[in-house]
DNA sequence: ATTCAAACGGACCGTCGGTCCGCTTCACCT
DNA sequence: AGGTGAAGCGGACCGACGGTCCGTTTGAAT
């Protein structure tokens, strides 16, 4: 890579995701960053390809840290498992917080509303990993989903900054959640009768 | 309301809710929806204000007949709590699913991500209420934010046309997932300690 | 039939993501 | 050091789209 490529590719990364984190997660154009960074508009697509690709490579730098801490815990054997499933919400929760504007904005990416890159689809597998220890028997993959799910971006952004709920009452209820999942009862009501009875009286849907 | 004002009132949401069921989420402009509906774009505009307001508009349109039964079920005192909580549930997730590209639309609309809508909040409130019989002692608007996220159009049409999972299976999930978080066992471990022993490593997010 | 406000429609505008191509600059080679 | 070719640069340009404006049409009340 040639040094003037190389100092360019810093300079948009960091101009990018000062003005996400200054402007929000849609205030800032591809121009305004080119401008920014005091390069061409044609430089940051030569680098990045398009939007989607700039935003993905600012949250791949910012959540390297955290990666990295996902994946010691995948390996620490020592720590019980659901301690290690909760700790993984815990510290994917504090991350996704810390970065509520980028993550947003990855969020927001034309192509797809949910994440389909490669670190959201690893961390997917590796809480599947972890919760599958916990509860063999359950259906881990889409537990994993749901617990995603709350983590989402925009959900977060939602519960803080439009309902007003605390920060840590957020963290509270994320965690006991996560606890309810993990240690659910085997013993099943009978959940399809109740719940058949009532709502195919309209339609019947996803029953192809 | 004038003759003409109504007739094309009428002629574009059918012809919107028809390009959005066929094309998807993003498949249609606001050109498209006057042309195929066959009037004029500034028409479209001085009805529904902007693309936001179509989209809630035919989303209002066609959620009417779950807002009635979302309410009956709140008038329900003969049913069970409980019961009552995995219905409402349920009859949301089937509504959600029969309209999902529409749904989606909705989540999409520029202003914010989440849907900040009458119908959402009405929604919100009546999972609340729901809740709060079941677990007077629990978060019941966090827990009802809970449950809305896994009924969230962009989480369930990943899970079923990304993922691949079944549209019954998802089912079974969420509202196994719903009975859980009701039936939580309220011998809190020590959550407090494992978490914040292993995630407040690095920055200590939230706790302004 | 007259009248006028409500409604219409499409030309028009600004913005934005993305492309293109002539110019510049780096790095390597002699 | 000077030459050389390719990698890189940058901003003019394009098409699409959401939204506005205003001259024209139309419905209905009198």
Redesign the pocket.
């Known amino acids: 890579?040639?040094?003037?490529?190389?100092?360019?590719?810093a300079a948009i990364l960091a101009t990018a995701a000062r003005l996400i984190a200054e402007r929000g997660p849609d205030g800032?154009?591809?121009?305004?960053v080119?401008?920014a960074a005091?390069?061409?508009?044609?430089?940051?697509?030569?680098?990045f390809?398009?939007?989607?690709?700039?935003v993905r490579a600012v949250v791949d730098e910012t959540s390297r840290a955290w990666r990295a801490q996902s994946e010691a815990l995948l390996a620490a054997d020592d720590v019980p498992a659901t301690e290690r499933v909760i700790t993984f919400v815990a510290t994917l929760f504090d991350h996704v917080m810390a970065a509520l504007p980028l993550v947003t904005a990855l969020e927001r990416v034309?192509t797809r509303s949910i994440a389909c890159d490669e670190n959201s689809d690893l961390t997917h597998r590796r809480l599947v990993a972890l919760i599958t220890r916990v509860r063999p028997g359950g259906d881990a993959e889409f537990l994993a989903h749901a617990l995603l799910a709350q983590l989402r971006a925009d959900v977060l952004g939602h519960l803080v900054h439009q309902c007003g709920l605390s920060v840590p009452r957020v963290r509270a209820g994320v965690l006991s959640l996560a606890w309810d999942v993990l240690s659910r009862d085997p013993r099943r009501v009978d959940l399809d009768r109740v719940v058949t009875s009532t709502s195919t009286r309209s339609g019947t849907p996803g029953d192809d």
């Open positions: 890579m040639r040094k003037d490529a190389a100092r360019n590719h800032f154009s591809m121009d305004d080119a401008t005091g390069v061409g508009k044609g430089t940051v697509f030569r680098r390809g398009d939007r989607d690709g700039l034309s």
